[in-house]
Nanobody, 127 residues
């Protein structure tokens, strides 16, 4: 019903900034809660940030609080993850995810709560 395409990944120096984007097509974007997850080599896929369908509620992993910001532009069917003060441990494949909602305007922080996933974009932080 909805397709997700991440972009903006790449190589960035520690302490620098990067913004990854996720463009959605199909479905009604404003009805989807969105999330960013990441998976480093040999590690489980973990939540990075989540945002409610209306964009008024957000949540972040402790490891990125104060450094990353999730936002969405429903007019552009796009969700963003602004990554500031990046660290080598931020190196991972970053995935965009969507969850269809009907009534609630909340965020979701678990893998199993999302039904749609992008292909991922590689973010590598050099030191």
């Amino acid at each position: 019903q909805v397709q997700l395409a991440e972009s903006g990944g790449g190589l960035v120096q520690a302490g620098g900034s990067l913004r990854v984007s996720c463009a959605a097509s199909g479905g009604t974007f404003r009805m989807y809660a969105m999330g960013w997850f990441r998976q480093a080599p040999g590690k489980e896929r973990d939540i990075v940030a989540a945002i409610s369908r209306g964009g008024d509620s957000t949540a972040y992993a402790d490891s990125v609080k104060g450094r990353f910001t999730i936002s969405r532009d429903n007019a552009k069917n796009t969700v963003y993850l602004q990554m500031n003060s990046v660290k080598p441990e931020d190196t991972a494949v970053y995935y965009c995810a969507a969850r269809s909602t009907i009534y609630s305007n909340r965020y979701y922080t678990e893998d199993h709560e999302y039904g749609y996933w992008g292909q991922g974009t590689q973010v590598t932080v050099s030191s």
